[in-house]
């Protein structure tokens, strides 16, 4: 199992940003997809989520309005689209299965992220 999270950077305020993660060795059309962050000092928080064919997603109130998950089960990717950044939304930013958090990571495994930042 390969988790790769891409697409981080540093914004400013009120900034975009597309992540992308790159997924292999599970059957990724059979898993409903979620990305989480971690802030410094804080625990890994869920972000939003995507039922196996897109036909629900889920966002924290937090980024609601403002963030959009997609997935291409063709290509085994899950994107994040950013938008009107806040410096609240700097973390490092993990994909994975749906309920990681409880379950744990798909097959144990958590890719190494990919950093925001949010800053003026």
């Known amino acids: 199992v390969q988790l790769v999270e891409s697409g981080g950077g540093l914004v400013q305020p009120g900034g975009s940003l597309t992540l992308s993660c790159a997924t292999s060795?599970?059957?990724?059309?059979?898993?409903?997809m979620s990305w989480y962050r971690q802030a410094p000092g804080k625990g890994r928080e869920l972000v939003a989520e995507i039922t196996r064919w897109s036909s629900r997603t889920n966002y924290d109130d937090a980024v609601k309005g403002r963030f959009t998950i997609s997935r291409d089960n063709g290509a085994k990717t899950v994107t994040l689209q950013m938008n009107n950044l806040k410096p609240e939304d700097t973390a490092v930013y993990y994909c994975?299965?749906?309920?990681?958090?409880?379950?744990?990571?798909?097959?144990?495994?958590w890719g190494q992220g990919t950093q925001v930042t949010v800053s003026a």
């Open positions: 060795g599970f059957p990724f059309s059979e898993s409903a």
């Open positions: 994975n299965r749906a309920f990681a958090l409880t379950l744990g990571g798909i097959a144990g495994v």
